[in-house]
């Protein structure tokens, strides 16, 4: 799930993609994906894709949030939960930030360059 929505961001060129580890700071999930996308078409594109590949997975997509203004999409995965902003959002709300206590996980190796 966790790996499925990582690949599948960046083969849309997602831009700074992280993933925080917050089983210990949160009882929301899991983990949080975090990444950016450079315009309105391309933030749908990527949480048009992730959606499709999870559910090909047999993820159950429990919500998704802000699908209309795509400035910040928030998919519901479950253990998972991936946002998807502008960069000017991204930086507005600073999520990095706010979780800080919330380790990065390596995606060195799921990633594309």
């Given amino acids: ?12 060129s997602a831009q700074d993609i992280v993933v925080l580890d917050v089983r210990e700071v949160s009882l929301l999930a899991d983990y949080f994906m975090i990444c950016s996308g450079r315009t309105n078409r391309q933030i749908q594109a990527i949480v048009n894709d992730i959606i499709e590949s999870e559910q090909k997975a047999q993820v159950e997509v429990k919500s998704v949030e802000g699908k209309d203004s795509a400035k910040w999409i928030l998919i519901d995965l ?8 502008t960069q000017d959002e991204r930086e507005f709300y600073q ?16 990633v594309t360059e």
Avoid at 1 to 12: D, I, P, W
Avoid at 98 to 106: N, S, T
């Fill in 78 to 85: 479950g253990d998972v939960i991936v946002h998807v902003f």
């Fill in 1 to 12: 799930m966790l790996q499925t929505a990582v690949q599948t961001a960046s083969a849309k």
């Fill in 95 to 110: 999520l990095e930030k706010l979780w800080a206590d919330a380790p990065f996980v390596d995606i060195s190796t799921w």
